[in-house]
């Protein structure tokens, strides 16, 4: 167990529809990675937030948005959704995440299907 | 940009005996951290081993070792007298020393253990 929990585990939905993954980092980690894993494009970086703020961004579509609360969890939301938005969804959380050495530990991950 | 390629995508190993996972990367960086994490039929992402770009010594973990070869940018892992539990999807992963944190993933190798 990394310490790092995701809410749910699984979630089905239809074409167009929004949904909202949940996020809680380890015990005093500041930074929360979320990445997306599926078939066609294997894992991808979404998104970064470190103690509240956005600190970096990768592939993420505009469609998708994500933040950071004052108590560390993070949610990232998904609207307009589309097949191609079935995957795997997992955060990761780290100690700091300005650079340096720490590790990223991944939660169970949230599994998506779009029908 | 920086890229990771891992050639192999299954290799099989009978059980006790030592098998070697191949990842090579590019980049321009001179400071970068590289990792390989295992990724169970769970879906889980764990931790196995790190190795800092600017450390000679090649890391250990128990019966996982890598082979660092800066120069040349490769990482590979040695997974010595292989257990059935090690069976699962390994992905190698680099990240920056700098100011981009994201972990930039290979496909992964599907590893599978013969009894």
């Known amino acids: 167990d990394s310490g790092v929990t995701q809410t749910p585990k699984h979630l089905i939905t239809a074409t167009g529809q929004r949904v909202t993954l949940r996020c809680s980092p380890r015990s005093g980690d500041l930074s929360v990675y979320w990445y997306q894993q599926s078939l066609d494009q294997g894992l991808q970086f979404l998104i970064q937030?470190?103690?509240?703020?956005?600190?970096a961004k990768g592939n993420i579509l505009e469609r998708f948005s994500a933040q950071q609360f004052p108590d560390l969890h993070s949610e990232l939301n998904l609207s307009s959704l589309e097949l191609g938005d079935s995957a795997l969804y997992f955060c990761a959380s780290s100690v700091a995440g300005a650079g340096g050495r720490e590790t990223q530990y991944f939660g169970p991950g949230t599994r998506l299907l779009v029908l | 940009a920086q890229t990771v390629t891992q050639s192999q995508p299954e290799m099989s190993v009978q059980e006790a005996e030592t098998v070697t996972l191949s990842c090579t990367y590019d980049?321009?960086?001179?400071?970068?951290?590289l990792f390989w994490y295992k990724q169970p039929p769970s879906r889980q992402m764990i931790l196995v081993i790190r190795?800092?770009?600017?450390k000679q010594q090649n890391a250990t973990e128990n019966r996982f070792s890598v082979n660092f070869q800066k120069a040349a940018k490769s990482f590979s892992l040695k997974i010595s007298d292989s257990q059935l539990g090690d069976a699962a999807m390994y992905f190698c992963?680099?990240?920056?020393?700098?100011?981009?944190?994201?972990?930039?993933w290979g496909a992964g190798t599907k590893l599978i253990i013969k009894p």
């Open positions: 980049t321009s960086e001179s400071d970068y951290y």
């Open positions: 190795q800092e770009a600017y």
């Open positions: 992963a680099y990240r920056s020393a700098g100011s981009n944190y994201q972990l930039i």
């Open positions: 937030y470190y103690n509240g703020e956005e600190r």
